[in-house]
């Protein structure tokens, strides 16, 4: 990569965060520890999405050993772990808003002030934010319609609009975490200067 480009998507040696700060074992905001409530947060999200990956891995196993040693796979397998994969994926969205952990790419914004960039993270957060609301409104919109011809999955008849009012409520808290987290450090950044 070039010196003007870097992609935060490296793993920092134990005991350090990306930015090369000590880690307290906590997830950061930008560099700051989430308040208690985001903690509690984080673990109910991460709690959450571990039991539904266990889900995923014990269906997994559960059907490979049925179909390839008795011959008999697991009705429906495949259809269960779609819907916990996309579970998971956007239950994940708020704690990585959260956590401020998404991945990004500096093409030139490292170079700016540091007196700007509370400003800049603010702004591409409130993008951010924008861009998810309309995803949210749009995987809303769909769900409407499954719901509205009764879609379900082809072996196990689950109603899938659920899951798609699921995915649109955790990605309307994303854009709204997305907002927060980085105004909330803006907020700190000039409570600092007094």
């Known amino acids: 990569m070039s010196p003007l480009t870097s992609a935060h998507v490296t793993t920092p040696p134990a005991g350090t965060s990306l930015s090369g ?28 999405g ?24 697991l009705t429906g397998a495949g259809e269960l772990t779609e819907l916990l994969l996309a579970a998971t994926i956007f239950l994940g969205l708020p704690a990585v808003s959260l956590n401020n952990e998404h991945v990004t790419v500096d093409l030139v914004t490292d170079r700016l002030a540091q007196r700007l960039q509370p400003w800049r993270k603010a702004a591409i ?14 995987i809303w ?14 072996s196990l008849r689950i109603p899938i609009a659920p899951l ?17 987290v980085p105004l909330i450090t803006l907020f700190k950044s000039f409570k600092g200067k007094r």
């Open 21 to 48: 700060e000590q880690s307290t074992g906590e997830p950061s905001a930008g560099g700051q520890s989430p308040s208690r409530t985001g903690q509690v947060l984080n673990r109910v999200i991460a709690a959450c």
């Open 50 to 73: 571990g039991v539904m990956l266990m889900a995923m891995m014990a269906l997994t196993v559960v059907d490979v050993i049925g179909r390839y040693i008795f011959s008999a796979p």
């Open 125 to 138: 957060g409130l993008v951010s934010a924008l861009v998810l609301v309309v995803v949210a409104w749009r």
């Open 141 to 154: 919109v769909y769900a409407d319609q499954i719901a509205a011809y009764g879609g379900s999955t082809s």
């Open 164 to 180: 798609g009012y699921f995915c649109a409520i955790c990605t309307v808290v994303g854009a709204a975490l997305s907002a927060a």
